[in-house]
Structure formats: C-alpha cells, structure tokens
C-alpha cells in the first residue's frame, strides 16, 4: 500500500574534505580580497599624488630641463646640462610623452607612473610563483604601501622604471627558468636585454638570474641544457656591453660625484679600514633597506616628530618586524630553497662588491631595484610563521599585518598632508608668485641656487619676465668680501629699475658638480649667502613684501622671494 506520507531524511553530515575544501575556498576569498584591497591602496595612493602634481624636486629639474629642451638625437648623444644621464630608453619614452602632452610636470611623470603601476600589477604573478596565497599578499603589500616607491612611480626620473625593469626580470624567469630549447631561451635573452635600455641597475638582477640558473643545471649535472643555459646570459652581456659603450661610457663617474656618495651619504662600502667597521657598515645598511625601499619603518616626522627624540625612537619605528621576519626568510630559503635565495640574493651580493670598488652606491633610491627581491624574501619568513603556528593563526595574522602596518600609515599620512612625501619643494609656487604679481619694469633677480627651477618653469609655463641668472662664482674664493665682488656685474642690469625681485633657495649651498662642503668659509653656519644679498638690496632701497609658500614644508629654511622698492 503507498503511504501517504513523506518520509523524513536524516541530515546530511559534511566528510572530512568537503569541509577542508570548503575551508579552503573560503580561505582563498579571504585572500583575493586582501590581495585586491592592497592593489587598490597602491594604485590610488599613486594616482593622488600623480594629480596632486607638486613641484619638481631639484633633482628632478636637473634632468627635465634637458628633456623639454634637448631633441630626440641630442638625447641619444648628449652630452647632458648639470651632467646628468639616464637610460636611453627612458629618455627616449619621456621624451614622447612631453612632445605629445606638452613640457609641464604632468608630461615628465606620466611615464614614471605607467611603470610605477606596472611595476606593481606585474609582481603579483611574480609573488605567486615563489610564494603561497598569504605571502602574496605580504610581499605585493610592501610595493604597494611603500612610502619610498609610491614616491619613485611619480618622480621626474628613471627610478620607478629600475624597478619595473627589476619585476619584469623576475617575471621572465619564472615563465622562461626552466626553458631548455633554444628558441624560448633566444627570446628570453632579447626580452632580457630590451631592459638594459630602460635600466642601468637591472643588470645585477640579470647577472644573478643567469648565474643561478646556469648554476642549477650544473649542479644536476644536464651538460648540455647548462650550455644552452648560457645563452641568455651570454646576450645580456653583449647588451651590456654595448650600452656601456655607446651610453654609459659617455659619462664617467665624476670626482665630485663619488666624493659626495662616499663623504654626504655613506654609500660606498668600506673595504680598506677594519673588518668590524665593515660588518658595521653592512648591518647599518641592512637595517635601512627597511626605511628605503621597503618603506616600513614608521616615519616620525610632522606631529609624530617628538617620538623620534625620545629614547624609544627604534622601538617606534617597529623595525624590528621586518628584520626578524627577513633574519628568518632568509634562514628558511637557505635551509630549503638555497637555490632560491641564491636568485634574490645575488644581485645584492654583486651592487655590493661594485659599492666596494665605489663604482655603485648602495644608498636609497639605487637599492630600489632589489625591493622585490627583499620583499619576496621577508614575505617568505611571515608565511612560513603563519604555516607553523595553525593554532595561533589570528594572531599570528596580526603580527604580519603589524610588518605593513608603519607603509600604511606613512603613506596615508603623505595623502592627508603631501607635504611629508620625500623631497617636497615648492620652488614652483615661488615663480608663479613672481610671474602673477609682476609689473613692467621689474627687474628679477634669480640666487644661482635656483636657476633649475627658473630654467624649467621659464621654458615649462612661459613666465613673463626675464631674470638675471645668478653667478656660480663661490669656487675659488676664500671670503665673502671677495665672494660678494665677484657677484658684482651681476647686478649692472639693476641700473634704472624701480623694483627688484630676488628669488633665491637658503637650504642648498651646493651646486651640481661642486664637491660637497667647499669652500669651508661658505658652509660656515653663521654665513647666509642669500641673506648677504638682502641686506645689499635693502641698502639700495627697502623690502617691501616676503612670500613663501604657505605649503613649503621647510618654513625655516624657504624657497623664498623677496620684492625690494629700489632708490632713484
């Protein structure tokens, strides 16, 4: 007989993996959510400072005035003004943009900024080939959140396009490391060597990377893929050594530019001293790859400056996150992965070799190129912590969380406040000013310290007045009577003016090429050059109107103009 009821059915118990598997994608949720909110921050926080379009720093003006005033071939044969140089490839891709979108800052960052965000978008499968989900997440975290590389991507200069060079070295390696034909190794090679002319620093990633995996086949002893493993190297060399011949050859290291990286920077290491001085050195610089690239020191500046003069400072600064975490990277990939460590670690071992034969500065923006080398390695010791400690797995999130957390807060306080951001100037302001308020007959008067600016911005935004350039003319002289006589025909042209315009820098006593601190007599702290000069100009006539930017970060020491009513 059919019953005319329906039979209740017991509940159905999840097995074992349905639940681990259901663990899993919800895991994984976890984690493309992560990795999507780190993207995000990154990509915005370049973008902000991409349209708050502050002004150029003066290292930045050095190089821009060449390239809106220097064509395409001229780029390509230089020689350079303020003796400057770059890859012929980044020259060459700013140059383009400025002839399409005009000589203003915009123009000269735009490039800078595509691979700034290329740089960021194309670690993310490097990230995946040597980490897992969470360590993703670490590694990209740092490069997006970094102070210092937030900077570089929007920075007038070829340093965020270094570090793109360095991610796409890494990423060819994980699509083509294990090529054993003749074809892919060949592409490999030219894709290799195409970097070379966007990067001079990119050949200590490349060097590493042949090294390694030449290496590897001879230790597995396959003679023959170690023979065809040569190949891309091999090519990287001949690039090497052509754009050292036709480029790099064309500007010797100056006399004045190793002195300033050695004396003002420390950038050279010390071989010739003790051992101990040495090992010093090292681990001094250890600790400031931490501060730059990596950007995740706390940065104690603005409101937060009274920390930095308290005993706690380092405590503060929570730099010993990152060192532990990278102490511990590094002992793991040496225990498990020695080849792997062998690859990120290579291209530090060689920049370090050449800073001791003081051909390369191990010093902040120059170690920009190994940032996702030392990501990746530091990303590894927190996943390897979070893999040990199942139990503990919320905090020990939290504890790698905290690694990120000082990149975070550095960058957003550079959003709320872009004057913390590095090397802030507002140099710009300062000639706008002049330019709006000036009348016809006005003579303006231009410190040498600021003739960059005025040699940019004249050209850039076609200023109204013509300005006396100030005279580069303190070399030479033992005092500031003699120093002042030599600025004397400078000031012919004040004859018959009714008001003078005196713009001028009081932070920079140093002129590109001057080595660094001479004359003695000039850097003595009770000597102001500029104020000299406006105690001259006031016994001509009177000031009448100061102005500096209420943005300038260094109200102390302005980017400054002064208008003086001149006697009859």
Request: charged share 15%; aromatic share 14%.
């Amino acid at each position: 007989m059919q019953l005319l009821f329906r039979t209740a059915h017991a509940p159905v118990v999840p097995t074992a993996p349905a639940v681990a598997a259901e663990v899993r994608a919800r895991q994984l949720n976890y984690y493309a959510l992560a990795l999507a909110a780190v993207l995000a921050l990154g990509t915005f926080f370049r973008l902000f400072h991409y349209f708050h379009n502050r002004s150029l720093f003066i290292d930045e003006l050095f190089l821009s005035i060449n390239l809106i005033k220097l064509g395409f071939r001229d780029l390509l044969t230089g020689p350079f003004m303020y003796e400057q140089k770059a890859p012929i490839g980044y020259l060459w891709a700013v140059k383009l943009c400025v002839t399409l979108f005009g000589k203003q800052e915009a123009a000269l960052r735009l490039f800078p900024l595509l691979c700034g965000l290329g740089a960021l978008f194309g670690f993310v499968p490097v990230a995946r080939h040597f980490l897992r989900p969470w360590g993703v997440v670490v590694a990209v975290g740092i490069l997006a959140l970094s102070a210092p590389c937030i900077y570089h991507s929007v920075e007038a200069k070829q340093y965020s396009t270094e570090l793109c060079a360095a991610v796409l070295a890494l990423l060819l390696y994980t699509r083509f490391g294990a090529a054993s034909r003749v074809g892919p190794l060949l592409l490999w090679g030219l894709l290799g060597a195409g970097l070379l002319l966007f990067s001079f620093s990119v050949i200590f990633v490349l060097a590493g990377i042949a090294s390694v995996v030449v290496l590897d086949t001879v230790l597995r002893k396959e003679w023959k893929r170690a023979a065809l493993a040569c190949l891309p190297g091999a090519i990287w060399l001949v690039g090497f050594a052509l754009q050292y011949h036709f480029f790099i050859s064309k500007y010797p290291q100056s006399a004045w530019l190793i002195d300033f990286f050695r004396t003002q920077n420390d950038g050279f290491m010390p071989v010739a001293g003790p051992l101990l001085g040495t090992l010093k050195w090292v681990a001094a610089k250890f600790y400031f790859l931490f501060l730059h690239p990596l950007g995740l020191l706390l940065s104690l500046d603005g409101p937060l400056q009274p920390l930095a003069d308290g005993p706690w400072k380092h405590l503060f600064k929570m730099g010993f996150l990152p060192a532990v975490f990278t102490t511990a990277g590094l002992v793991l990939l040496a225990r498990r992965q020695p080849l792997t460590l062998a690859l990120l670690t290579l291209p530090i071992g060689l920049a370090l070799a050449a800073s001791a034969l003081a051909i390369y500065p191990f010093y902040e923006r120059f170690t920009l190129v190994f940032a996702p080398a030392l990501a990746l390695i530091l990303a590894y010791g927190v996943q390897r912590m979070l893999a040990r400690e199942r139990r503990y797995r919320l905090v020990a999130a939290a504890v790698a969380g905290l690694v990120l957390l000082p990149a975070l807060v550095n960058s957003a306080r550079q959003v709320a406040r872009p004057t913390l951001i590095m090397n802030a100037e507002t140099n710009r302001d300062v000639l706008l000013f002049v330019n709006e308020h000036f009348q016809p007959g006005d003579a303006v008067y231009v410190f040498w310290n600021m003739r960059q600016a005025y040699e940019y911005y004249q050209d850039a935004y076609q200023l109204k007045y013509t300005a006396i350039p100030g005279s580069r003319v303190k070399n030479g002289t033992h005092n500031q009577a003699e120093y002042f006589q030599r600025l004397l025909p400078d000031f012919q042209g004040l004859a018959g003016k009714k008001r003078l315009w005196f713009i001028y820098n009081d932070v920079n006593r140093d002129a590109i090429g001057d080595f660094a601190g001479r004359p003695a007599w000039y850097h003595r702290p009770e000597f102001n050059p500029s104020g000299m000069l406006k105690t001259y100009f006031a016994q001509r006539g009177r000031a009448v109107l100061h102005y500096q930017s209420p943005r300038e970060p260094h109200p102390a020491t302005p980017h400054a103009a002064e208008l003086f009513v001149l006697n009859d």
